[in-house]
């Protein structure tokens, strides 16, 4: 009997040695009992040293003090498979592994211990990172050929002085285009200040942008500078610069000619130490042919213009989207999904994207909200992502469609109490409902909302 234990333990350390990847077992109380070669290779640590000391002694891995995953298995039984950590190896380096576990049991069922296999992802890992600075540009992440050709010139056009416009699609990304100019300019450690053009009311914009001085009208007890002051030195960005109406399009078109400002009710100049950047969804050239926008202003605004293309013209880079948006929400949200499953990725690359990046990102957001599962699954998109790819039952479309008309009004009245519970201010009611300033100046146009 002793002697078929021994042939069966050699047996078992040959099966060790010829596997690739980590493995080590331990006893009831974290011990180390086996140690293969590949473990050896992986950690730095020979097996000598390796045996009969705590695993979180070897390891120090992120998870041995607060959730050690063979500790949770001998104790629920339930397996780890694939899941993502790092340890320290004996050089005191780094490494990301991916780990699986298993219950050792006898022949009675008797925990005796656990079994982990561990597989060294340095090299996996490193290739993510290389793709990633081929494919990113400050935060912006595109393999397209057309989004490269602005990356190559935005460095040069980012050291000159000259005003840049931005044109494209809502959620293209045109809010962090003009964060990188800022970045890569000999301004960059000035201020940088936005202002959303389309949320600022046209009677105020003028004493918000260019301040204003004591008794310039009925409540201004004391000066107050604008925020063309606050930005003295750096960086002016005004988003949705289309929705300018004409009689804020002159004060900007002449802060442009002149470089210089007055405050309200001041008769001083001040000169506007600046870079302007701007940006827009609409077809300027269109607003222009329509009376809508100045072509005076247009041609000072587009000394560089840029077309941003739709995330339908560039479809070749939704995978790496996908991939770094589950990067970042896994940071945020302490999860560890690792990616979509095939059938996911094949509804993502064919949706149309009418609100381009930044739907794709809410797609994602959206998963990691309903997911408990390490890849997600078509169950975890939205249920507008499936009808438009065709995968909602018919039962499930009938539901959507008669809930659809209810959920609209239930928005609807959700903004209205919302901006009446915060006195008619869309800074606090837009924190209050999650979404940016411009979103809810969107909703409350659709829904023909006015400040209360």
């Known amino acids: 009997m002793a002697e078929k234990k021994l042939k069966d333990l050699k047996f078992f350390k040959v099966i060790l040695e010829s596997i690739a990847d980590g493995v080590f077992t331990v006893d009831n109380q974290r011990r180390i009992t086996s140690f293969n070669h590949a473990a050896e290779k992986i950690t730095g640590i020979p097996e000598e040293k390796a045996i009969g000391r705590k695993c979180y002694e070897v390891f120090h891995s992120d998870i041995c003090e607060t959730g050690c995953q063979l500790e949770k298995t001998m104790q629920t039984g339930n397996v780890a498979i694939d899941q993502p950590v790092r340890i320290i190896d004996a050089e005191g380096r780094t490494v990301p592994i991916s780990i699986s576990t298993a219950v050792l049991r006898d022949d009675d069922g008797n925990v005796l ?10 090299a996996i890992e490193n290739l993510r990172k290389e793709l990633e600075k081929s494919y990113s540009f400050e935060d912006i992440i595109s393999k397209s050929p057309i989004m490269h050709k602005i990356f190559a010139i935005l460095p040069d056009v980012a050291e ?32 940088y200040v936005v202002i959303n053009c389309g949320t600022l009311p046209p009677q ?27 930005a003295n030195g750096g960086t002016v960005f005004f ?8 009689s804020t399009q002159v004060k900007l078109l002449r802060l442009l000619q002149e470089r210089e400002y007055e405050p309200l009710g001041s008769t001083t100049a001040i000169k506007a130490d600046i870079r302007i950047v701007a940006a827009t969804n609409q077809d300027l050239k269109e607003q222009i042919s329509q009376g809508k926008f100045r072509d005076d202003l247009y041609f000072r605004l587009a000394v560089v213009k840029f077309d941003l293309p739709p995330l339908s013209r560039r479809r070749e880079d939704i995978p790496y989207l996908v991939d770094h948006f589950i990067s970042n929400f896994n940071a945020k949200k302490g999860k560890n999904v690792i990616g979509v ?4 990725m094949e509804i993502l690359m064919k949706h149309e994207y009418n609100g381009n990046v930044r739907e794709l990102e809410n797609i994602i957001e959206y998963c990691f909200a309903v997911t408990r599962e390490r890849i997600i699954q078509p169950s975890n998109l939205p249920s507008e992502v499936l009808e438009a790819a065709g995968e909602l039952s018919q039962q499930e479309q009938a539901g959507k469609v008669s809930s659809s008309a209810s959920k609209a009004d239930s928005e609807e009245a959700l903004i209205r109490d919302t901006l009446r519970e915060c006195q008619g201010s869309r800074k606090k009611a837009a924190e209050i409902l999650g979404i940016d300033r411009t979103t809810l100046w969107r909703k409350m146009k659709k829904y023909g909302i006015e400040i209360p």
Do not use: I
Request: charged share 30%; proline share 6%; aromatic share 8%.
């Open 160 to 191: 000159s002085e000259s005003t840049v416009l931005f044109q494209g699609p809502s959620g293209s990304g045109k809010e962090l285009f003009a964060r990188a100019v800022h970045n890569l300019s000999p301004r960059k450690d000035k201020p």
């Open 239 to 246: 988003d949705e610069v289309g929705e300018l109406p004409q």
């Open 204 to 230: 105020l914009f003028e004493s918000e942008l260019f301040g204003y001085v004591k008794g310039a009208f009925t409540d201004a007890k004391k000066d107050k500078d604008g925020k063309l002051a606050a």
């Open 113 to 122: 211990g656990a079994v982990e296999t561990f597989r060294d992802l340095s």
């Open 341 to 344: 499953s095939p059938k996911v």
